[in-house]
């Protein structure tokens, strides 16, 4: 019997010399479950050592019990600590492995910029909303009747190829891209009723050979007032004080007789060149003046068109090219810059978004 008490004694102690030099090898989180699987596992030598019990003899079991626990308790206690130290020093490796250099120099971040054209519409929606005037936006596909019709041009007219417009193939409809923003002063009136006082930015198309001063698409701003005793001393106002918000307050304009169908009388504008103060220069082509658009008074056939009635409504309309206008203030010479998707050009209207 002592014999048999000896003999386990024994035995535990050598598990546990072995488990304890084993212990002391392990080096990885893999190898410690490996350890822990022979040690303390389901089959692990402590585990069989626990189960032997039973087959000794009942006044032994005791002590044998309390010995072969202790031990097991003394293993996991190990056991556990080795555990937490692997997974503190897996920890500050992975930590380690991350580390951010803070005193490295930052990548520079390319941030986008709006568009030349989107600033000076802004621009131009800010000066006007000083005026009084909406900002309104329409459709750049359009209908004939729209484009054309309304605006006092009927089908047979001659002036509707005045407008080399881009045609929509459409079965049953005239559909086109429109050749100006105008096709807006009728779409405006038909929803609303006088005083109207809005401004339409947007894209218009024409069929044209391309060179510095001619794009196939361009950017207009349209104009139109209508109200009670408006008269073309509104217009000239309204115009003089756009040249000189975005020129430069001693700007003059000039207005020279033209014709548009849909205003009477019609008008061109110009304005004395900036950068010469109108003497004369490679801006201007020495002429002193840039011209900005055409303008006049709402013709009554287009106020008719869209019932208002032309004897108790006068009213003025205006139309400019922006990119224009963007020319004369930055002294970009080609057209086709503004739409050449070229960001060495477009960048150079980057101004930090606010
Ligand atoms: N729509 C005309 C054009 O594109 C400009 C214009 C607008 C003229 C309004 C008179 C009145 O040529």
């Known amino acids: 019997m002592a014999q048999e008490v000896t003999t386990l004694d024994a035995e535990l102690e050598a598990v546990r010399a072995e488990a304890l030099r084993r212990l002391d090898e392990v080096t990885s989180v893999d190898e410690a479950a490996a350890w822990e699987r022979d040690y303390l596992g389901g089959k692990g030598r ?7 019990l039973g087959s000794l003899p009942a006044e032994q079991r005791p002590a044998a019990g309390r010995a072969t626990q202790a031990l097991k308790a003394e293993l996991t206690e190990k056991y556990d600590d080795v555990g937490a130290r692997l997974k503190a020093a897996a920890r500050q490796q992975a930590l380690a492995e991350d580390a951010i250099d803070v005193t490295l120099p930052g990548r520079p971040v390319i941030i986008g910029a709006a568009h030349p054209i989107s600033q ?67 779409r405006t009136m038909e929803r609303m009723q006088p ?3 809005v401004i339409v930015p947007g894209r218009s198309f024409r069929f044209e ?35 000189r918000q975005l020129f430069g307050p001693t700007r003059r304009v000039r207005f020279r007789c033209d014709f548009f169908p849909f205003v009477e009388p019609g008008v061109d504008f110009a304005v004395d060149c900036a950068i010469c103060d109108g003497q004369g220069c490679r801006v201007c082509k020495h002429t002193g003046w840039l011209e900005m658009g055409g303008a006049g008074m709402v013709h009554p056939n287009v106020l008719k068109g869209v019932g208002y009635d032309p004897e108790k409504y006068t009213g003025f ?9 963007i020319m004369m203030k930055t002294g970009v010479s080609d057209l086709r810059a503004f739409a050449g998707n070229d960001v060495r050009f477009l960048r150079q209207f980057a101004r930090p978004i606010v």
């Open 209 to 243: 050979a391309q060179d510095a001063s001619h794009e196939w698409m361009f950017t207009q701003l349209e104009g139109l007032a209508v109200d009670e005793n408006i008269t073309m001393a509104d217009l000239k106002g309204t115009l003089r004080e756009l040249a």
């Open 46 to 52: 402590v585990t069989q050592l626990l189960r032997g």
């Open 195 to 197: 005083p109207v006082r």
């Open 120 to 186: 000076m519409i802004d621009e131009l929606i800010e000066i006007f909303a000083l005026l009084g005037f909406q900002a309104v936006f329409g459709p750049e596909v359009e209908t004939g009747h729209y484009n054309f019709d309304l605006l006092n041009i009927p089908s047979d007219h001659p002036a509707r190829d005045v407008w080399d417009t881009i045609i929509v193939e459409s079965p049953n409809e005239e559909i086109v891209l429109r050749t100006h923003t105008s096709p807006m002063q009728a």
């Open 317 to 325: 309309a205006f139309g400019l090219g922006i990119e224009r206008i």
